[in-house]
């Protein structure tokens, strides 16, 4: 055998060697990582498990926001029995308005003050009726979720001269969270007033709050009253509105989670070196064969 083709076949067979060699220390297509002794460490499964470590909360977040006007009811009372004229009152044509977060608004006007409607969407409720207004949003995992629903209704309303007008029911409102919720509030207001105000005796109003964290729940029996002593009808505006919005918070990794995560670096770092030193050995060994 001449020098020269021993000296190309012995190269060859180096090369070749090499070329097994890191083929086998090549992991097939960022699945699987092996070291010398044949061991496969999974790096898509380690990857993904450190991903939803990071991602995931302790606890699934939960809230409920509710705020409502129930239990309503007019009266009218007869301030000169003797005058020869009773005490009434008229409804003029109500106005209602519904919103959801996500959601086209909503508006009804019309000669029925307080309309039977339901609204719903998915966590997300709007109610009225003749006896009750109110708004609501619940959510049992509410991770990074934001719900808002509101509503408002209003009235004319025409007081006979001499009459008491009395608008009476409750207000209330409550926030809960099942961990502390990024931010949330519900409201309930109830209003009396005088289109045209007068001395003292032109807006009556009352209302409920409730906020996550600071207040959690309120509730109030009102009666708003207006007495038109004059010989004149006069002129009232009714409105409510009831109004729950709540955000939720957002994962919050544990300190044990940032522990794992560690570790799980930490592994394949490792592996990596290992692969590395072994790259570098195969490359000096096929250096000294070739010289």
Partial sequence: ???????????????RLKAEYEAKEQPPAGSHLFTKRGS???????????????????????????????QLQFAVTDLAPDDGLDAFYTLGFGSSSYFAL????????????????????????????????????????STGIRLHTYAHTSTFLTLAPNSSFTF??????????V????GGFAIARAALRTVV????????????????GSAPAEARTFSLTYENHSSRPVELT?????????????????????????????????VARR?????????????????
């Fill in 1 to 15: 055998m001449t020098p020269g083709i021993g000296s190309s076949y012995r190269a060859d067979a180096v090369a």
């Fill in 179 to 182: 961990v502390p919720c990024a």
């Fill in 102 to 141: 996500g959601s086209e608004s909503l508006q009804f006007d019309g000669p029925v003050f307080l309309p039977e409607k339901t609204f719903e969407t998915p966590g997300a409720m709007l109610l009225s009726g003749p006896s009750q207004l109110m708004a609501s949003v619940t959510q049992s995992d």
């Fill in 197 to 212: 105000p007068d001395s003292g005796n032109s807006d009556r109003t009352v209302a409920a709050y409730a906020a996550a």
């Fill in 238 to 270: 009714i409105s409510m509105s009831a109004d729950a919005y709540a955000s939720g918070a957002l994962p919050v990794p544990e300190p044990t989670t940032y522990a794992l995560l560690a570790a799980g670096l930490g592994v394949v770092g490792f």
């Fill in 275 to 291: 692969r590395g030193r072994h790259k570098d050995r195969a490359s000096a060994s096929a250096t000294a064969s070739a010289s």
């Fill in 168 to 177: 009476s029911g409750v207000v209330s409102a409550d926030m809960s969270c």
């Fill in 40 to 70: 496969v460490i999974l790096i898509k499964p380690i990857a993904a498990a450190l991903a939803a470590l990071c991602i995931a909360a302790p606890a699934a977040a939960g809230f409920t926001a509710h705020g409502s006007v129930t």
